[in-house]
């Protein structure tokens, strides 16, 4: 296809290119139609992935619960004495 017919291609359509496949046009699939549509954040706000909300998340550990603790601090051979 030219850069004119890529350009008016229709909105419904799909140029997909695979792996030891030679390119070609497609249907776009509708995901609206899919099973699994209800989990997304297109159907439902609420689904969304809060990247802020989820690194402000601290550990929060019970008393009775144990762990080990390691030093991560300098890098060897960059120890000050």
Not at 1 to 16: F, T
Not at 18 to 27: I, Y
Request: glycine content about 6%.
């Amino acid at each position: 296809m030219s850069q004119d017919e890529l350009a008016v291609l229709n909105g419904g359509k799909c140029i997909l290119q695979l792996r030891g496949v030679r390119p070609f046009l497609s249907d776009k699939y509708d995901i609206t139609k899919h099973p699994n549509y209800k989990y997304l954040s297109d159907a439902n706000p609420k689904n969304a992935f809060d990247i802020e909300k989820f690194l402000s998340t601290k550990l929060k550990l019970k008393p009775e619960e144990e762990f080990e603790v390691f030093d991560a601090g300098a890098a060897a051979g960059s120890e000050s004495a």
